[in-house]
């Protein structure tokens, strides 16, 4: 009973803290969509502005052969509005006059592709603004000439008898993958890919409520040092570790409304901002990129106790960050003080552990090296997801149990640190101590 | 029968000893002052009574528990109001006292009795249901008064008690206090910089300083022994010395 009003005390104080309420709660409910409305917005009149201008390009046919006329048909083709240029041109005044690009044949352009030598073509491209409205210009333009090319290409090659297919890939491979003792008929890049972002994805974003989670259960102690209310807490006849405990269940429960609220925001914010890239293919490969991953029918990397073992391994990490939180919390003057020691305290320790597990073999770094990671919590939990990803579940769960015991030695140093009169007497801050008079 | 025993307790702070040997006793129905000036160690005397702070040497015995080796047992005994305390501010005052109640034990007919116990006691009213970060600080030391006696403990540990009160609400808990204690048979140790309020409300005083008491009995028989009018004179006599 006694647990209960004290979960309510601090989810209600909690909840009703401003930091807390927007920080959490309310901002990714309203940034997310907000960002993805105007970049859906954004994208919209990007690609309406596309679609309906019509392109004008500036050509100075210098060569005046074959091959230039060929390619000035090809390009007017692609139903563009051409300014032919005699001489010298001013590039300003061109410009001036909307032209999105200027293209120039020298002289001798048709001869040397005759006498089987590569031909230069100058293109200047007019960038107005550096928006994504000016990408998509420049996309354009790019795409009518690179078809006109292409069209140039297979004259030469029907003109000397070539099968340019042919020339262009005579190998085709087929990529095999294997991977976990089965043989998997898909590249090993796309098989890659595709564990990266389902194994590696989803502890990226629990990372994201972890730490949330620990600016919480810290912010929860600050509160209490700030408002002057620890004092009285102490004296009731209540255990410390209890009080801990109510600390961390309620900080577990708002960091689940704020995942909850940033799911929301943030699924919104895809809704709005990528289903504009599907009718923007020439602008953007993401979409085709993103079909990789759907398309591509891989068996899923995890099977059933590879998830298990995966959430289990995120949970610890959880109760790692929110123990280290409570450190903090305990360590800190108030509020202020353990939100911005929260941050160095966690990001800290967790980049380089990502980074280095993502990148390097722990197992062949030095001696001194390899030590130092080893005593960052954070590696352990890298390392037990990339066991999780490769499917060695034994050694995952070891990595996991260590990243538990320094859980584990977090809370009791917590516990240890709130139980005793260092509470009261212990002030850490980032911030410069003010000069008394 | 002795409800607060000091033993020999000594408590420093970095390298300084903020209290030395101190010794004194509290009887059961009786309101014991502390007095002393600034830094004198009246508030870390408080705090070990309320098993905040541990002493170095010696020991504390509330109702013959210590409150080293016995602390949660202390905790249960003790009601300890603090002189700069706050108040969760988005809780509504009766929330506070309720929540208090339930993790001293206290509850169903019992719980709600104390509660109303509190609400009457603080005088708040109708904005006894109102935030408490919307409380004057007059309206905030009334509910802490309020949470403090409200579980009816049998020893009650208050410093400065009518700090930031107006004259009217300060006699008004003054004699809340007194009544509780002779109510209740409980016993009580205040500290305060208010002499007035001290020889209203004490059966006993011992005036701190550096850490040790120098001086202590009946307020009227430490002002006859200091041939002083009243405790204010003798503080002066005492601290100028």
Redesign the interface.
């Given at each position: 009973?006694?647990l209960?009003?004290?979960i309510?005390?601090e989810l209600?104080?909690l909840l009703?803290?401003k930091t807390i309420l927007i920080g959490v709660v309310l901002m990714p409910l309203l940034l997310f969509p907000t960002i993805g409305g105007i970049f859906s917005f954004t994208m919209m009149e990007a690609a309406r502005t596309g679609e309906t201008e019509i392109i004008t390009l500036a050509v100075n046919d210098l060569d005046e052969g074959e091959y230039s006329k060929f390619l000035i048909d090809k390009i007017r083709e692609s139903n563009v509005q051409l300014i032919f240029i005699r001489g010298s041109s001013n590039l300003n005044e061109l410009f001036d006059k909307g032209v999105a690009a200027f293209i120039e044949f020298p002289i001798e352009f048709t001869g040397k592709i005759s006498a089987g030598q590569k031909a230069k073509i100058y293109v200047f491209y007019n960038v107005k603004t550096v928006k994504i409205g000016s990408l998509i210009s420049i996309s354009k333009v790019s795409g009518i000439l690179s078809r006109a090319y292409q069209s140039l290409s297979e004259k030469l090659a029907e003109e000397r008898g070539v099968d340019l297919e042919f020339l262009s890939k005579p190998i085709e491979e087929e990529s095999n993958t294997f991977y976990r003792g089965d043989v998997l008929n898909y590249p090993p890049t796309v098989m890659v890919n595709t564990v990266l972002s389902s194994v590696y994805g989803l502890p990226l974003v629990a990372l994201i409520v972890v730490a949330l989670t620990a600016t919480i259960s810290a912010t929860s102690i600050g509160l209490e040092k700030?408002?002057?209310?620890l004092?009285?807490l102490?004296?009731?006849?209540?255990?410390r570790l209890k009080i801990l405990l109510t600390k961390m269940l309620a900080s577990t429960i708002i960091a689940l409304i704020g995942m909850f609220s940033f799911g929301v925001g943030f699924g919104i914010y895809l809704i709005l901002a990528f289903s504009r890239i599907s009718g923007l293919q020439e602008v953007s490969n993401m979409s085709e990129d993103m079909d990789v991953f759907t398309n591509t029918g891989l068996p899923p990397p995890l099977n059933s106790t590879g998830v298990i073992i995966l959430m289990f391994t995120i949970f610890i990490a959880m109760l790692l960050t929110m123990s280290i939180g409570i450190l903090v919390g305990v360590l800190a003057e108030d509020v202020r003080g353990s939100q911005q020691l929260v941050g160095a305290a966690t990001f800290l320790p967790m980049f380089p552990a990502f980074f280095l597990t993502a990148f390097i073999n722990l197992d062949e770094l030095a001696f001194p090296a390899s030590l130092l990671m080893m005593l960052n919590p954070y590696t352990h939990f890298f390392r037990a997801i990339d066991y999780v990803a490769t499917g060695k579940y034994l050694e995952a769960v070891s990595a996991t149990m260590v990243t538990g015991l320094f859980t584990l030695a977090f809370l009791i140093i917590s516990a240890w640190l709130f139980s005793?009169?260092r509470l009261?007497?212990l002030k850490v801050s980032l911030r410069k101590k003010k000069e008394v008079s | 029968m002795v409800a607060v025993n000091v033993v020999d307790v000594w408590k420093k702070f970095g390298k300084r000893y903020v209290l030395k040997r101190l010794r004194f006793k509290v009887e059961e129905g009786e309101v014991y002052g502390l007095v002393g000036p600034n830094g004198a160690g009246k508030t870390t005397t408080l705090r070990i009574l309320a098993t905040i702070l541990k002493p170095d040497k010696g020991d504390v015995y509330i109702l013959e528990k210590s409150v080293v080796k016995h602390t949660n047992h202390v905790r249960r005994i003790i009601s300890y109001l603090p002189e700069d305390v706050g108040v969760y501010k988005h809780l509504t005052g009766r929330e506070f006292l309720k929540i208090n109640g339930l993790i001293q034990g206290l509850r169903d007919r019992g719980l709600e009795e104390a509660v109303e116990y509190g609400v009457e006691i603080s005088g708040l009213g109708e904005l006894v249901d109102a935030p408490m970060g919307s409380y004057s600080k007059g309206m905030r030391r009334r509910i802490m008064v309020a949470r403090t006696l409200m579980s009816r403990s049998r020893v009650l540990i208050l410093d400065e008690p009518t700090s930031g009160l107006d004259v009217e609400h300060a006699v008004y808990v003054r004699r809340l206090i007194k009544d509780y204690v002779k109510q209740m048979n409980a016993s009580c140790i205040v500290s305060s910089h208010n002499m007035l309020e001290v020889e209203y409300l004490c059966d006993r005083v011992a005036l701190i300083k550096d850490g040790s008491i120098i001086v202590e009995g009946n307020p009227k028989q430490i002002e006859r022994e200091y041939d002083a009018e009243n405790l204010e004179e003798v503080f002066i006599k005492v601290v100028r010395k």
């Open positions: 009973m006694s209960t009003a004290l309510y005390k209600k104080e009703m803290e700030e408002a002057k209310t004092e009285i102490l004296t009731l006849p209540i255990s005793g009169e009261i007497t | -």
